[in-house]
Nanobody, 124 residues
Framework: QVQLVESGGGLVQAGGSLRLSCAAS????????MGWFRQFPGEEREIVAA????????YYADSVKGRFTTSRDNAKNAVFLQMNSLKSEDTALYYC?????????????????WGQGTRVTVSS
């Protein structure tokens, strides 16, 4: 089992940057696929990015491709989401999540462990 705690959210002007961090505790962090999701009011969580255990296989949603970068540090049990060129439509609650066993995961249902979320607000 793994516990996840996000940090780094906040208020930023359009065009600005934020860096989200997700600290994991528990065993075998390096075995997990880590994902970043976001949720808009009244909608389901959608995947933003995913990174496999090695850090070499990475997925980005089209809406963030070229602006967001995810990375992980297995030695520190942490995963990061660097968000640049932020837009007002990026305003959402952001979650990190962990998936174990599949080797790769892009669907919300494949992630068993979730953080509490961190809010990102982009003002236009």
């Amino acid at each position: 089992q793994v516990q996840l705690v996000e940090s780094g959210g906040g208020l930023v002007q359009a065009g600005g940057s934020l860096r989200l961090s997700c600290a994991a505790s528990g065993r075998s962090f390096s075995s997990y696929v880590m994902g970043w999701f976001r949720q808009f009011p009244g909608e389901e969580r959608e995947i933003v990015a995913a990174i496999d255990w090695s850090g070499y296989r990475i997925y980005y949603a089209d809406s963030v491709k070229g602006r967001f970068t995810t990375s992980r540090d297995n030695a520190k049990n942490a995963v990061f989401l660097q968000m640049n060129s932020l837009k007002s439509e990026d305003t959402a609650l952001y979650y990190c999540a962990a998936s174990y066993g599949s080797g790769w995961a892009l669907r919300r249902e494949e992630y068993a462990y979730w953080g509490q979320g961190t809010r990102v607000t982009v003002s236009s």
